[in-house]
Nanobody, 119 residues
Framework: QVQLVQSGGGLVQAGASLRLSCVAS????????MAWFRQAPGNEREFVAD????????TIADAVKGRFTITGDNAKNTIDLQMNLLQPEDTAVYYC????????????WGQGTQVTVSS
């Protein structure tokens, strides 16, 4: 099992920045990728960004490219999401996820963090 604990988030005005952090524990050696997803009310959970623990590669969703940056630290088993130029449409609950070897997709999740951006 892998446990994920998130921190950060909150309420900000449009144009502001926030940083989310996630630390993994447990069977961390089984984790292939770590990522951020988000879910707005009435919407499905959507991919935001991921960090490949094997080679350090990152992927950013088009919706946030140029504004959000994901970084990972394998020594600390963490990923961070730096969110700049936040917009009201970024309002959602953000989840940290872990993709474990042998599993079909992400199925380990953090507790979720609310990010609210007012106009």
């Amino acid at each position: 099992q892998v446990q994920l604990v998130q921190s950060g988030g909150g309420l900000v005005q449009a144009g502001a920045s926030l940083r989310l952090s996630c630390v993994a524990s447990g069977r961390i050696f089984t984790v292939y990728k770590m990522a951020w997803f988000r879910q707005a009310p009435g919407n499905e959970r959507e991919f935001v960004a991921d960090f490949d623990r094997t080679n350090g590669h990152t992927t950013i969703a088009d919706a946030v490219k140029g504004r959000f940056t994901i970084t990972g630290d394998n020594a600390k088993n963490t990923i961070d999401l730096q969110m700049n130029l936040l917009q009201p449409e970024d309002t959602a609950v953000y989840y940290c996820g872990a993709y474990v070897y042998g599993r079909p997709y992400y199925d380990n999740w953090g507790q979720g963090t609310q990010v609210t951006v007012s106009s």
